[in-house]
């Protein structure tokens, strides 16, 4: 049975993609784990796979095996908060003794206060601050680059295009490694957001990094996250970020994805929904995430994130007459 058979309904208008034809919305909710995997025109593919997160450890170490073995620049666009990963990185770096002097690292994004202020390294919760202490300050110090190779968003850097012209300056990056958000953003390029507007798809696609206002979905996922105390906490979330843009992924060379979010052992999780419509809906700015569709890249899927849908009804708890 689907969603609607019984009860039919409009999504709430501000919702991304709420525009969208029911039978399209579910269309994307029914995709089935058969049907996920796939490798489009742009040479964008989707894997299913078990742990994510162990394939892009792996692949960023071998790229930094590759930065210090051929002596070349390496240039990442990094995503936080992923401790697990950039730790296990930083540890394997450390026990093959690999030489990171080639490398330059940028994070994606910062939190920043209703005034634009961007958050401090020295804010506990912050994306930066998570980035430095998990990855680059756990590499030893005699294989780690100067600090000034390790980039973060700052007061200094916040202005659009800034933080774009930096990436260029390193020769442009190599790869960009990334997640989905609720909203279907990747870093805080939010749909519907002001500093994001644009009449057309092209148009978005040209918008540099900057300063933003949070979606209220933004909002909610992040209250979810453990910096934010892991317990809905939406007031312990600032209500701006600084961010890459459009403009960032679609000239990055590669990109690595991970659809891997869970919201506990059961298997409940928010990024089911936005994975689907992320690799399967529409490539549209209100799933930003969606034009990585048109680069070339892998995003690899748990397979609790390619379960189907779980819901249960008044016919699967009454007792039969």
């Not at 804010?123 to 600090?147: C, K, Q, T, W």
């Not at 300063?211 to 906490?233: K, R, Y």
Request: glycine residues 6%; negative net charge.
């Amino acid at each position: 049975m689907g969603l609607y058979d019984e009860f039919r309904f409009k999504p709430a208008s501000w919702l991304p993609h709420s525009e969208l034809p029911l039978e399209e919305l579910e269309r994307v909710r029914n995709i089935k784990r058969e049907d996920m995997e796939y490798t489009n025109e742009n040479g964008y593919s989707v894997k299913v796979v078990i742990d994510p997160y162990a394939h892009a450890a792996i692949d960023m170490f071998y790229r930094l095996v590759e930065s210090d073995r051929e002596n070349k620049p390496l240039t990442m666009l990094c995503p936080n908060q992923w401790p697990g990963t950039y730790t296990a990185v930083a540890n394997m770096v450390n026990t093959f003794n690999i030489n990171l002097r080639n490398v330059n690292a940028f994070a994606l994004d910062e939190w920043a206060d209703e005034n634009g202020n961007v958050a401090p390294l020295t804010y506990g919760a912050g994306l930066g601050a998570s980035f430095m202490n998990h990855f680059y300050y756990r590499i030893r110090e005699d294989l780690r680059p100067p600090v000034s190779q390790w980039h973060t968003w700052n007061n200094k850097n916040k202005e659009r295009g800034v933080y774009t012209q930096m990436i260029e300056d390193c020769g442009g990056c190599d790869i960009l490694y990334s997640a989905t958000g609720w909203p279907g953003h990747t870093g805080f390029i939010d749909p519907r957001t002001e500093e994001f507007k644009a009449e057309t798809l092209e148009e978005f696609c040209q918008i540099k990094g900057g300063l933003v206002t949070q979606s209220p979905l933004t909002i909610a996922e992040n209250s979810l996250f453990a910096p934010m105390g892991a317990s809905g906490d939406v007031w312990a979330v600032p209500p701006k970020a600084v961010t890459i843009g459009p403009y960032d992924v679609l000239h990055a060379k590669e990109h690595f994805e991970c659809h891997a979010i869970l919201n506990n052992q059961a298997g409940d999780t928010w990024q089911r929904m936005v994975s689907r419509l992320q690799l399967y809906g529409p490539i549209s700015m209100e799933c930003p995430a969606s034009i990585f569709r048109l680069t070339k890249g892998v995003c690899y899927v748990s397979e609790d994130i390619a379960k189907p849908f779980r819901s249960w009804c008044i016919d699967d708890i009454a007792p039969k007459k």
